[in-house]
C-alpha cells in the first residue's frame, strides 16, 4: 500500500495536489480527520479488490488541534506495519497566500469575527508545525502557476522509479529568486556567460551551441569536476540517513545557459552511482 499525506497551509495547493494524485489513480480524501489514518489503512489493507492500493489524503487546520498534535504518533504507528507513506507539505508565502484568497473570494478555515484573514494564515504555521516538521518533500508554490504545480508533483511524487531517496538536480535563475525547498544550493554565476555572445544567446544550455561552448571553457570542466566529485560523495550519505527528498539546486543569473549545462551534465553523471536521479529545469521556458 502506499499512502500519501497532503498537508499546508490553507490557499497553497492541496487541492490541485489531490487532482493530480486522483488523475494518476490514488483514492483520495478531503479533510480526513488525522486519527482516522490507522483506520483508513486497515480498512484498504483488507480489501483483496484493492491489489496495490494507492490512497492520498488531505490532513490541514480544518482538523482539531488535539488530532494535529498526535499526527507524529500516527504516521509512526503506519509506517511500523511497513506502508509506504509520503507527507507531503506545500506553503507560500503569506503575501501570496493573501493574494490567492483575495482573488477567490473564498473563506479562510481559521477566520471569524474575532480572527482576520491575515492572522488566520500566520496562525495555520502553528497548527500545522507537526506535519510541516516531519514532511518528506516540501514545495514552496510561491512563484508557481497551477501548471507548474501540477509538473513539480508528478516530477517529484509519480515519477520516482523506484523506493529510496530521490534526488533532484534543478537549475534556476537567481533574478527569479532562489528556491527555498532546496537542501544544496550551488552558485555559478562566476563561469563565463553565454548570455553576452550575441550568437548564442537565444539558446539554452540543453542546445548544441551553448553546450560545446561551455565544454571549451577550462572553468566550467573544473566546476563541474568539483560538484559532481562533492555530490557523488555526500549524497549517498543523505540516502543513509533515510531521506526520502533531496534537491539540489544551481543556479545562474537567468537559468537559461550556465546552471542549464551542468545541472544537466551532473545529473546524468549521478545516475551511475545513484538510482533516483530526477532533472528539472525551473527557469527554462
Same mark, same amino acid.
Given at each position: ?15 490541485t ?9 490514488f ?12 483506520e ?5 489493507? @483488507? #480489501? +483483496? ?5 494507492q490512497?492520498?489524503? %488531505?490532513?490541514d487546520? &480544518?482538523?482539531? =488541534? ?16 511497513n ?6 507539505? @506545500? #506553503? +507560500?508565502?503569506n503575501?501570496?497566500?493573501?493574494k490567492?484568497? %483575495?482573488?477567490?473570494? &473564498?473563506?479562510? =478555515? ?6 482576520s484573514l491575515?492572522e ?13 516538521? @516531519?514532511a518528506?518533500l ?11 504545480? &501540477?509538473?513539480?508533483?508528478r ?6 522509479p ?8 534543478e ?5 527569479r ?6 537542501d544544496?544550493?550551488?552558485d ?42 562533492y ?14 527528498y ?11 545557459h550556465?546552471?542549464?549545462?551542468l ?12 538510482r ?9 521556458s
Amino acid at each position: 500500500m502506499r499512502l500519501v499525506i497532503v498537508s499546508g497551509r490553507s490557499g497553497s495547493g492541496k487541492s490541485t495536489a489531490l487532482a493530480v494524485l486522483e488523475d494518476s489513480g490514488f483514492y483520495c480524501i478531503d479533510n480526513l480527520p488525522a486519527g482516522m489514518l490507522p483506520e483508513l489503512a486497515e480498512r484498504v489493507l @483488507l #480489501d +483483496a479488490e484493492l491489489l496495490r492500493p494507492q490512497v492520498a489524503v %488531505s490532513i490541514d487546520a &480544518r482538523n482539531l =488541534p488535539s488530532q494535529l498534535k498526535r499526527f507524529p504518533a500516527l504516521l509512526d504507528e503506519l509506517r511500523q506495519r511497513n506502508i509506504q507513506c509520503d507527507v507531503l507539505y @506545500l #506553503d +507560500a508565502d503569506n503575501a501570496t497566500l493573501l493574494k490567492r484568497f %483575495s482573488e477567490t473570494r &473564498r473563506r479562510h =478555515p481559521l477566520t471569524d469575527e474575532h480572527r482576520s484573514l491575515a492572522e488566520a494564515i500566520h496562525e495555520e504555521i502553528a497548527l500545522l508545525g507537526p506535519i510541516a516538521d @516531519l514532511a518528506d518533500l516540501k514545495i514552496d508554490t510561491t512563484g508557481l502557476n497551477l501548471y507548474q504545480l &501540477r509538473d513539480s508533483i508528478r516530477l517529484r511524487l509519480l515519477e520516482k522509479p523506484e523506493p529510496g531517496t530521490a534526488f533532484l538536480i534543478e537549475s534556476f535563475g537567481f533574478k527569479r529568486g532562489m528556491p527555498v525547498d532546496a537542501d544544496l544550493v550551488f552558485d555559478v554565476r562566476c563561469l563565463p556567460n553565454p548570455y553576452w555572445k550575441a550568437e548564442l544567446r537565444e539558446y539554452n544550455g540543453l542546445e548544441q551551441p551553448i553546450r560545446d561552448y561551455m565544454a571549451a571553457q577550462s572553468e566550467v570542466e573544473e566546476m563541474f569536476n568539483d560538484l559532481n566529485h562533492y555530490l557523488s560523495k555526500w549524497l549517498p550519505r543523505f540516502a543513509a540517513s533515510n531521506r526520502a527528498y533531496v534537491t539540489v539546486a544551481i543556479g545562474c543569473t537567468g537559468g537559461k545557459h550556465r546552471s542549464v549545462y551542468l545541472a544537466e551534465r551532473i545529473g546524468q553523471a549521478l545516475r551511475t552511482p545513484l538510482r533516483n536521479v530526477q532533472i528539472r529545469h525551473r527557469d527554462l521556458s
